[in-house]
């Protein structure tokens, strides 16, 4: 679609004052689902993200890869396994996950964003002992293999690959103390990350349009929530199900100390340009 200069000139003067408002801020983007599976999707997002590292925002991507571990688990004929939603990890599907998240993604990640004009960075958790992590233990008595648990966060690599004018690209294993890969929910480690580097946003992209009064209707999107308000919308049935898990990483990543998070339909193209950079934003804001 062609549009006129003046039309040009008034989005981006309509975009400065957010472009002001996040200038040399740190936003943490937790990257997923069809934007990260589907070309043109995956295009729009690290231009996007050049892009705001262009006008001085500070972007951490953090990025799962659950369909492509899936796809070399079956490859290789290792039946995929979850436990209440979560992936078991025994030995031989911890060194899958390693492989793929850190090895085959991160770097083909790297080159995407550097094939934009950006200048990225590769990290793990377990680089510079970023992510610390122990084994996971629930009440509920169920064996996760080796899915961890993060007990720490060190952001100095981190910061010294913003500082150095890098985009940090990070897979989501830890490491324990004793050298053991953990596998970590990318959602989880998102919101520890964007907290711990005290980011002024943290979103996650998802394949959804947002939080749903009725689940079955997209127009009954709710465009803000306190988290205040989030027992009693569970209650009542609203966040329900997978939301659950994503809502509660908001949560937590707001009552730590992130300004405000926001869960985003990743589908539709240049989400991220959108939420940040309009008025009305997309997906659903908690804070």
């Given at each position: 679609m062609d549009i006129s200069n003046?039309?040009?000139?008034?989005?981006?003067?309509?975009?400065?004052?957010?472009?002001?408002?996040?200038?040399?801020?740190?936003?943490?983007?937790?990257?997923?689902?069809?934007?990260?599976?589907?070309?043109?999707?995956?295009?729009?997002?690290?231009?996007?993200?050049?892009?705001?590292?262009?006008?001085?925002?500070?972007?951490?991507?953090?990025?799962?890869?659950?369909?492509?571990?899936?796809?070399?688990?079956?490859?290789?004929?290792i039946e995929s396994k979850f436990i209440n939603g979560l992936r078991y990890t025994d030995k031989e599907t911890m060194d899958i996950v390693k492989m793929v998240l850190c090895g085959k993604l991160n770097k083909e990640l790297v080159s995407a964003l550097q094939l934009h004009g950006g200048n990225a960075l590769g990290l793990c958790g377990c680089d510079g002992r970023m992510i610390i992590a122990?084994?996971?233990e629930r009440d509920d008595g169920e064996d996760y293999g080796y899915v961890g648990e993060i007990r720490k966060v060190t952001t100095k690599p981190i910061l010294d690959a913003l500082n150095g004018g890098y985009v940090p690209i990070i897979s989501t294993v830890g490491i324990g103390d004793d050298g053991q890969s953990y596998n970590i929910n990318a959602d989880t480690a998102a919101s520890r990350i964007a907290s711990c580097l005290r980011a002024e946003k943290l979103i996650l992209m998802t394949d959804i349009v947002?939080?749903?009064?009725?689940?079955?209707?997209?127009?009954?999107?709710?465009?803000?929530?306190?988290?205040?308000?989030?027992?009693?919308?569970?209650?009542?049935?609203?966040?329900?199900?997978?939301?659950?898990?994503?809502i509660d990483c908001c949560v937590e990543a707001v009552r730590r100390g992130v300004k405000r998070t926001s869960?985003?339909?990743?589908?539709?193209?240049?989400?991220?340009?959108?939420?940040?950079?309009?008025?009305?934003?997309?997906?659903?804001?908690?804070n």
């Open positions: 003046s039309i040009r000139s008034q989005i981006l003067s309509d975009a400065l004052p957010y472009i002001q408002k996040y200038h040399n801020k740190v936003v943490v983007v937790k990257y997923g689902g069809n934007a990260m599976t589907n070309e043109a999707l995956k295009e729009a997002v690290m231009s996007d993200i050049v892009l705001l590292s262009e006008v001085g925002i500070k972007v951490v991507l953090v990025h799962g890869g659950g369909p492509e571990i899936n796809a070399m688990l079956k490859r290789v004929g122990d084994k996971l947002g939080l749903l009064k009725d689940k079955d209707d997209d127009s009954t999107l709710i465009p803000q929530v306190n988290v205040s308000e989030v027992p009693f919308l569970k209650k009542s049935g609203i966040i329900s199900g997978g939301m659950i898990p994503k869960i985003i339909d990743g589908r539709v193209p240049h989400s991220i340009l959108i939420e940040l950079l309009t008025n009305e934003g997309i997906g659903t804001q908690f």
